[in-house]
């Protein structure tokens, strides 16, 4: 072999080893929850249910924005149902979840607040997908300083439990760019209604609050940095 047939095979396993890199990073599913470590403190949830009583176009004539909750906790396996419906893994397989996502990407967070529950404490919480679990990111409860957060609406401070979903645009846009920006919101949209049908099936009531002070909710649930809260969601028994 010829010093020049050399380099260039030398060149052409660089090449390919280049290309390979690449191609694993646009098709790789995006990692999760990159941004934070799991803390030791995980609640894991009881399974969720997949078959229940109520249609799915029943849920959908119910549905109505529910403001005020009666003063009873929330189980740990309607929370759980509650999770599941907003961004659980529905194909255990391919990771796929509840809600579609551009690209699979995945750019939501859900964080849980809870004032009153059954089997977990007043706190804050990251909800993990992949493994259904809950980690703890704070304990107490913070519904009042999430109400104020959202501008005064007392109702949130009512409900049992508040979920938060948060938005990592990065993740989108490292694929889609600009566009990825639209695509997260198309998402909590998505997710969103996930959790006021899933709520309906559940008889419980909730409703989507868009209206808070970004920079207020994320010092409340403590969220990271790259984070961008999205929606407010208290729900309770109506
Ligand atoms: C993007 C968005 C933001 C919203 N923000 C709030 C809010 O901050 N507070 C609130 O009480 N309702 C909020 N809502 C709920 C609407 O007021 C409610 O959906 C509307 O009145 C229609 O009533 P329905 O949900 O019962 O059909 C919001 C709805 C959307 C879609």
């Known amino acids: 072999m010829t010093k020049t047939n050399t380099i260039g095979l030398a060149l052409l396993f660089v090449i390919i080893l280049l290309v390979g890199v690449v191609i694993n990073f646009a098709v790789e599913p995006s990692n999760h929850n990159s941004n934070m470590e799991k803390e030791e403190t995980s609640i894991k949830l009881p399974p969720p249910d997949t078959k229940g009583e109520i249609s799915v176009k029943e849920a959908i004539l119910k549905r109505r924005s529910v403001r005020d909750y009666e003063d009873d906790p929330l189980s740990l396996k309607e929370i759980s149902q509650l999770l599941w ?30 004032r009153k529950g059954e089997e977990i404490e007043s706190g804050v919480y990251r909800y993990f997908p992949e493994s259904h679990e809950l980690a703890v990111v704070l304990k107490g409860d913070v519904s009042e ?23 990592v645009f990065s993740r989108t846009a490292a694929r889609y760019g600009e566009r990825g920006t639209q695509y997260v919101y198309m998402e909590a949209g998505h997710a969103a209604q996930n959790v006021c049908l899933q709520a309906e099936s559940l008889k419980l009531g909730t409703v ?4 808070f002070n970004d920079e ?16 407010v969601m208290p729900v309770g028994r109506k």
């Open 85 to 114: 419906a907003a961004q659980g893994v529905t194909s255990p397989e391919t990771g796929k979840r509840s809600a579609p996502s551009a690209g699979a990407l995945y750019p939501l967070e859900v964080y849980l607040v809870v």
């Open 208 to 211: 989507v609050v868009g209206a």
């Open 216 to 231: 207020e909710v994320k010092e409340t649930v403590k969220m990271s940095e790259n984070e961008t809260p999205l929606y």
């Open 145 to 167: 300083d999430l109400a104020r957060a959202s501008l005064g609406q007392t109702f949130v401070a009512k409900a049992p439990i508040n979920l938060v979903f948060a938005g």
